[in-house]
């Protein structure tokens, strides 16, 4: 199914399911920066928000916020009863490292799964799972190749394929081209996340079968591109845009709604 069909259908039932909920899901969105890729990931998950039913609100606070006064306010938001879950909008600025934020959020209401001690998964990796899942794609004994080995996406996706039973191979900055022609030749899944246009291309030889899954989002005067060149000759490439940035969006609400229980 079309990634846009899809997440359509599951926001569908996520509505259905808040609506009979007695108390709705909360969720608190907290941004320190005012870039425009930031500002469009949370535009897209306070729409998400208001569409399904969650009551979530956006703390936007100046670049000039310091770490103590983020922590202050991140042990509020730890200890309000009210509250589900919250996140921190990444990047942060400079003076304000990123580990110790992710570390300084409860496991309870880390809606992002960052900290190393949650039970939920971050959301990109999730929500591709999903995805994988309700295309019915064969995971088990097969050969997944991840490229990019980000602590929010490579890492986390090649542990939850592994978890799956495929035959997992991370490739990175330091692969060599014979080494990268040779183990994409023989991918059944590729999930390509290295913020490098186009780094999948013609020039490689797939299987028909294959599947591609583009996190790459990388934005130029022309607009939004993944990092594999769209059409390859595959049986399923997830579009950039309208891909994986839906899928990541989805898993947030439902990490949000596991959190609820
Ligand atoms: N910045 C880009 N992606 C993400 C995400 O999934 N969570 C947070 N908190 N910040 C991000």
Known sequence: ????EYVKARKVELKDLIAKMDRKPTLVIVQINDDPASNAYVKGKLKDSAELGVEAKLIKLPESTTEKELLKLVGKLNKNKKLDGFLVQMPLPKHINEDTIKLAISPEKDVDGFHPLSKLNPCTPQGIMNYLK???????????VVIGRSN?????????LLAESS???????????????RYIANADIIVV???KQGILDESYKYKDSAVIV?????????????DAVPNLPVRLQTPVPGGVGLLTRLALMENLLKLHK
């Open 1 to 4: 199914m079309i990634i846009k």
């Open 134 to 144: 309700a295309e019915n794609v064969e995971l088990k004994g097969k050969n997944a």
């Open 152 to 160: 929010i996406v490579g890492k986390p996706m090649a542990k939850m």
């Open 167 to 181: 035959n997992v191979t991370v490739l990175h900055s330091k692969t060599t081209r014979p080494d990268f022609e």
């Open 193 to 195: 996340a290295t913020g």
């Open 214 to 226: 583009d996190v790459g989002i990388n934005r130029d005067e022309t607009g939004l591109h993944g």
